[in-house]
């Protein structure tokens, strides 16, 4: 999906259009006729449109201008393309507003099944984070204390 057609900017940009607390999608200050072709203009546009966005409430804005600053970077690196990087973000965006804020919110139980499905949530995390893992770089620390809780479950 390497560089999204106008089409698809289009209809990611009209199906998220209107975005408040009470209607869970992304305000959109005005529609894209290309999508974004770097770096830059994907920061520029995630900003003007979510967090520096007139319903995007103001306590949200900094936290939101840091956290897109950083992913817009961190995917970068990892290889993918500004068009993708902002039609992941908004899709991330909108389920959390519409699943976490929302009027469906979802509440959590004292324990939880995965959904899977229909929409598979597990999926999408993965898939948004994949790209800002270096994964070559990576390390994994505090092994010990998973196999001291793993030997406390026994």
Same mark, same amino acid.
């Given at each position: 999906?390497?560089?999204?057609?106008?089409?698809?900017?289009?209809?990611?940009?009209?199906?998220?259009?209107?975005?408040?607390?009470?209607?869970?999608?992304?305000?959109?200050?005005?529609?894209?006729?290309? #999508? /974004? +072709? $770097? =770096?830059?203009?994907?920061?520029?546009? %995630?900003?003007?449109? !979510?967090?520096? #966005? /007139? +319903? $995007? =409430?103001?306590?949200?804005?900094?936290? %939101?201008?840091?956290? !897109?600053?950083?992913?817009?970077?961190?995917?970068?690196?990892?290889?993918?393309?500004?068009?993708?990087?902002?039609?992941?973000?908004?899709?991330?965006?909108?389920?959390?507003?519409?699943?976490?804020?929302?009027?469906?919110?979802?509440?959590?139980?004292?324990?939880?099944?995965?959904?899977?499905?229909?929409?598979?949530?597990?999926?999408?995390?993965?898939?948004?984070?994949?790209?800002?893992?270096?994964?070559?770089?990576?390390?994994?620390?505090?092994?010990?204390?998973?196999?001291?809780?793993?030997?406390?479950?026994?």
């Amino acid at each position: 999906m390497r560089g999204l057609s106008v089409i698809n900017v289009i209809i990611l940009t009209s199906i998220t259009d209107g975005f408040t607390l009470s209607n869970p999608k992304l305000h959109t200050s005005r529609l894209l006729s290309t #999508a /974004p +072709t $770097t =770096p830059a203009e994907a920061i520029s546009f %995630l900003n003007a449109n !979510i967090a520096n #966005a /007139p +319903t $995007t =409430p103001p306590q949200l804005k900094p936290t %939101l201008t840091y956290f !897109i600053n950083e992913y817009v970077n961190a995917c970068t690196k990892g290889k993918s393309s500004p068009g993708e990087i902002v039609a992941s973000f908004s899709k991330c965006i909108s389920l959390a507003m519409k699943h976490g804020m929302g009027p469906d919110k979802y509440t959590f139980g004292v324990d939880h099944t995965a959904i899977r499905a229909p929409y598979d949530y597990y999926k999408f995390g993965v898939d948004f984070f994949r790209p800002c893992v270096d994964i070559s770089n990576s390390v994994l620390n505090g092994q010990e204390n998973l196999q001291k809780a793993i030997g406390e479950l026994s």
